[in-house]
């Protein structure tokens, strides 16, 4: 069970909800069956040699599209397992299936998960969403003590603007938002709804410029706290924490040496298969990325060379 009361969700995400988050990958095995051994291998990695301070689970980039619901039971599990009280824990609950989305956050929260997050639903037919996306997030939040997460970007082909979202952050146990739009409506909505939501989103170029001029408090959530960063060379962190203790000018210089690793990885990102290229970015720097389950797209012999030969020249420290 969560360690807070419903009615104490916001005070405990003003109070815990802190520091750089990362979306953490599915390892599958050649017969893509999923990898327990190799998915707590890399949490070992990410907590304890890169002290991340939450793991985001089941997200896109761990292709919760692809897994079946006991598959995403047994994540939540073994995560809240490996990691104990390391780090903190958010839960992507997210399902076209509204019953799907509840069994995932009631499992979340009986296990001991810290938050859930669920991403705004596909709507069609749909000119004005506001209502119904209101209507969505208090259903699942009047069901569950958890506190939730919002999770929106227009790749559902709506927008939900900054009032919507305030509208939503006064439901009693809706602590925070991953709020992938552009940076007006993030500066906005972090303006109207200070010390009420915590607001984010998963641009690390711009992670920076958050803290400093939205005073944003989390990272909220991608690969680059994994994939930029080994246990020898971690200048996300440290970048982060000078920025935090109000040293900009140290914290600006090393954000900008970062701009090699930035640069290769998104130059050498093919059409269409992101997930693939962060997975074998992730098997260079000696995690287990794997490949990549159906509908996505697996890397090509010559995908592969470009990264690598990208990979070796950025000037990410290994050892």
């Known amino acids: 069970m969560v360690n807070y009361s419903k009615k104490n969700a916001k005070d405990y995400a003003q109070e815990n909800f802190k520091g750089i988050f990362a979306a953490g990958m599915t390892p599958f095995n050649n017969d893509l069956s999923t990898d327990e051994n190799a998915l707590r291998s890399n949490l070992r990695h990410w907590v304890d040699d890169l002290k991340i301070s939450g793991l985001f689970i089941n997200g896109k980039q761990g292709e919760f599209f692809s897994m079946s619901l006991p598959e995403r039971k047994k994540q939540f599990e073994i995560v809240v397992d490996e990691v104990g009280n390391r780090c903190k824990t958010i839960m992507s609950c997210s399902d076209e299936n509204l019953d799907t989305v509840l069994e995932l956050a009631e499992h979340a929260q009986n296990i001991g998960a810290d938050w859930i997050i669920v991403h705004a639903p596909p709507l069609y037919f749909h000119t004005d969403v506001s209502s119904v996306l209101k209507e969505y997030y208090r259903y699942i939040a009047d069901r569950i003590d958890i506190g939730i997460a919002i999770w929106h970007q227009p790749d559902y082909n709506y927008l939900l603007e900054p009032e919507v979202c ?115 970015w992730a098997d260079l720097l000696g995690q287990t990325g794997g490949l990549v389950r159906r509908p996505l797209l697996n890397l090509t012999s010559n995908e592969k060379i470009k990264i690598k030969k990208a990979f070796d020249n950025c000037g990410l420290k290994l050892t």
Do not use: H
């Open 166 to 280: 305030a509208d939503i952050a006064e439901i009693e146990n809706v602590v925070a938002i991953k709020y992938s739009v552009d940076r007006e409506r993030y500066s906005k909505l972090t303006e109207m709804t200070r010390g009420k939501l915590i607001v984010s989103t998963s641009s690390e170029e711009f992670w920076l410029e958050n803290i400093i001029e939205l005073g944003w408090q989390v990272y909220l959530c991608s690969t680059p706290p994994f994939l930029m960063q080994t246990k020898y060379d971690q200048r996300m962190n440290e970048y982060t924490r000078l920025a935090m203790t109000g040293e900009i000018k140290r914290a600006t210089l090393v954000r900008d040496s970062l701009e090699p690793v930035r640069q290769a990885l998104q130059t050498t990102r093919p059409p269409d298969k992101p997930q693939a290229q962060q997975k074998y």
